[in-house]
């Protein structure tokens, strides 16, 4: 991923240590686990403004960061762990009788997290940074630029540079994005793009963020408030919402598979945001890679680099999911079928809530494709699920049941329907061949006449003994 822009992180750079070992007992002198130290078992990783800029590197981006580091052996680590990843760190300040931010993260068996020490002073920033450096810094950016403004709450951020960078980087019209902290919106008055986490946010609005709707009016209020362009908002697993001063822009949801750890996930976002914005996306495009860019993050251990070849598999993978959903209420929702039926594909059809996707379903499923060329699964909404199975049914959401059947790579399509049958798109589809699984008789089969009619076949597929959505909620009750 080439960018050609100049990228700038200014903020508050740490290191975090992860100490490796394990815990075999409990100490006799208090209720406390004993750590048994790992021979060579730590792990130094920049973190903080420092892994936005590592990121960046990482991606390809020519990269220089401006913040401060005590004077001590972890600044000495920090500083030359960015060196070797070719960022530029000489406006890096070594602050005398100072410490380095650090992190120390005491990791047991299965990278379990028993406790964490933090070691910071948290300084006036205008203490030590004089108008020579202040000017300094705008020399050094330029029209070519995008500018990062990472706050830790350490003290090199504060709203007097803050405040300087943001109005000179509008009248160069350079590129603001500020991953914010507090409660102080004026700090990042009139940048571009503001990145808070639910709490962040409410925090800095005074609004509640509990749900969906409240999130969109906090960030609404906040832009203009803070006379920016948009703002940006992870949900952690719910995935992320751009808002601008008029209300949603986008929702999108995570991807993440697997959840390891989400230590530097915002950090990855940010730089995954900034880069594809200089590399002349636009900012849902922008937003939709940094998303990618985020799951594959939490899927790690610690704070970590995210390559552009680990977010392209992964953007790939879940292209071909979504290629898999049709809109039955769309007027092309079913042309990708079309394209199939006109090349003489035969096409095999079945439904259902698919509620807890079991070894029942996918042995089913996968003898069901064996049958044509094309296997296409109806999925009853969660409305329609609850009118046929009960009020507290679905147990998993509609998008969550396309999700795992779109995974499944006998499945060729997936297509949900709000009726209580999907006669509606089997006369749609026209199938050579309708499947049902369990002990139905034909005539019980909701479209059998239509498909029999058509000159197509009806086959039932027992399910496997002992494996069905509802005996799986019983043991659950149970």
Same mark, same amino acid.
């Given at each position: 991923?080439?960018?050609?822009?100049?990228?700038?992180?200014?903020?508050?750079?740490?290191?975090?240590?992860?100490?490796?070992?394990?815990?075999?007992?409990?100490?006799? @002198?208090?209720?406390?686990?004993?750590?048994? @130290?790992?021979?060579?078992?730590?792990?130094?990783?920049?973190?903080?403004?420092?892994?936005?800029?590592?990121?960046?590197?990482?991606?390809?981006?020519?990269?220089?960061?401006?913040?401060?580091?005590?004077?001590?052996?972890?600044?000495? *680590?920090?500083?030359?762990?960015?060196?070797?990843?070719?960022?530029?760190?000489?406006?890096? *300040?070594?602050?005398?009788?100072?410490?380095?931010?650090?992190?120390?993260?005491?990791? =047991?068996?299965?990278?379990?997290?028993?406790?964490?020490?933090?070691?910071?002073?948290?300084?006036?920033?205008?203490?030590?940074?004089?108008?020579? +450096?202040?000017?300094?810094?705008?020399?050094?950016?330029?029209?070519?630029?995008?500018?990062?403004?990472?706050?830790?709450?350490? #003290?090199?951020?504060?709203?007097?540079?803050? &405040?300087?960078?943001?109005?000179?980087?509008?009248?160069?019209?350079?590129?603001?994005?500020?991953?914010?902290? !507090?409660?102080?919106?004026?700090?990042?008055?009139?940048?571009?793009?503001?990145?808070?986490?639910?709490?962040?946010?409410?925090?800095?609005?005074?609004?509640?963020?509990?749900?969906?709707?409240?999130?969109?009016?906090?960030?609404?209020?906040?832009?203009?408030?803070?006379?920016?362009?948009?703002?940006?908002?992870?949900?952690?697993?719910? #995935?992320? *919402?751009?808002?601008? *001063?008029? !209300?949603?822009?986008?929702?999108?949801?995570?991807?993440?598979?697997?959840?390891?750890?989400?230590?530097?996930? !915002?950090?990855?976002?940010?730089?995954?945001?900034?880069?594809?914005?200089?590399?002349?996306?636009?900012?849902?495009?922008?937003?939709?890679?940094?998303?990618?860019?985020?799951?594959?993050?939490?899927?790690?251990?610690?704070?970590?680099?995210?390559?552009?070849?680990?977010?392209?598999?992964?953007?790939?993978?879940? =292209?071909? &999911?979504?290629?898999?959903?049709?809109?039955?209420?769309?007027?092309?929702?079913?042309?990708?079928?079309?394209?199939?039926?006109?090349?003489?594909?035969?096409?095999?059809?079945?439904?259902?809530?698919?509620?807890?996707?079991?070894?029942?379903?996918?042995?089913?499923?996968?003898?069901?494709?064996?049958?044509?060329?094309?296997?296409?699964?109806?999925?009853?909404?969660?409305?329609?699920?609850?009118?046929?199975?009960?009020?507290?049914?679905?147990?998993?959401?509609?998008?969550?049941?396309?999700?795992?059947?779109?995974?499944?790579?006998?499945?060729?399509?997936?297509?949900?329907?709000?009726?209580?049958?999907?006669?509606?798109? +089997?006369?749609?589809?026209?199938?050579?061949?309708?499947?049902?699984?369990?002990?139905?008789?034909?005539?019980?089969?909701?479209?059998?006449?239509?498909?029999?009619?058509? !000159?197509?076949?009806?086959? +039932?597929?027992?399910?496997?003994?002992?494996?069905?959505?509802?005996?799986?909620? @019983?043991?659950?009750?149970?």
């Amino acid at each position: 991923m080439k960018i050609n822009k100049k990228i700038f992180v200014l903020g508050d750079i740490m290191l975090d240590i992860y100490q490796f070992g394990e815990v075999i007992r409990i100490s006799p @002198e208090a209720p406390v686990p004993v750590f048994h @130290e790992v021979e060579k078992g730590i792990r130094y990783a920049p973190g903080g403004a420092a892994n936005v800029a590592c990121n960046l590197a990482e991606i390809g981006a020519e990269v220089t960061v401006f913040s401060f580091t005590g004077d001590d052996q972890n600044g000495d *680590i920090l500083k030359s762990i960015l060196k070797e990843k070719n960022i530029r760190i000489d406006e890096i *300040i070594k602050l005398e009788n100072h410490v380095t931010t650090t992190k120390l993260r005491y990791m =047991g068996q299965n990278h379990q997290q028993i406790l964490r020490v933090d070691r910071e002073e948290i300084i006036e920033s205008d203490v030590y940074l004089s108008e020579e +450096i202040l000017h300094q810094l705008g020399d050094k950016i330029t029209s070519d630029s995008v500018v990062i403004l990472s706050d830790y709450q350490k #003290g090199f951020l504060s709203e007097r540079l803050c &405040r300087y960078i943001i109005d000179y980087a509008k009248k160069k019209e350079i590129l603001v994005l500020a991953d914010i902290k !507090g409660k102080n919106e004026k700090k990042y008055y009139g940048a571009d793009i503001l990145k808070p986490n639910r709490l962040e946010l409410a925090l800095i609005s005074g609004m509640p963020v509990a749900t969906k709707d409240q999130v969109i009016r906090a960030a609404m209020s906040l832009c203009r408030k803070a006379e920016c362009r948009y703002v940006l908002t992870t949900l952690g697993a719910e #995935g992320m *919402i751009l808002s601008d *001063i008029n !209300g949603m822009v986008r929702h999108i949801k995570s991807v993440a598979k697997e959840v390891y750890d989400v230590t530097g996930a !915002g950090d990855t976002v940010l730089a995954y945001l900034a880069a594809g914005l200089a590399k002349g996306l636009s900012i849902e495009e922008a937003m939709e890679l940094s998303n990618y860019a985020a799951s594959v993050q939490v899927s790690k251990i610690g704070t970590s680099t995210v390559s552009f070849k680990e977010v392209e598999q992964i953007r790939q993978l879940d =292209g071909t &999911r979504r290629n898999k959903v049709l809109n039955a209420y769309q007027p092309n929702g079913f042309a990708a079928l079309w394209r199939r039926k006109e090349k003489g594909q035969k096409i095999v059809f079945s439904n259902g809530c698919f509620d807890i996707l079991h070894t029942g379903h996918v042995e089913y499923l996968r003898k069901a494709r064996a049958l044509g060329d094309c296997l296409v699964i109806a999925v009853n909404s969660d409305a329609s699920v609850k009118r046929l199975k009960g009020k507290e049914r679905p147990v998993n959401s509609l998008e969550d049941r396309v999700m795992l059947l779109t995974a499944l790579e006998f499945v060729d399509y997936v297509v949900a329907f709000e009726e209580d049958t999907p006669v509606g798109i +089997i006369k749609a589809i026209q199938p050579d061949i309708l499947v049902k699984g369990g002990d139905y008789r034909i005539e019980e089969i909701a479209g059998h006449n239509i498909v029999s009619e058509n !000159g197509g076949d009806v086959v +039932i597929i027992p399910f496997v003994n002992g494996k069905s959505t509802t005996e799986l909620i @019983e043991k659950l009750r149970k």
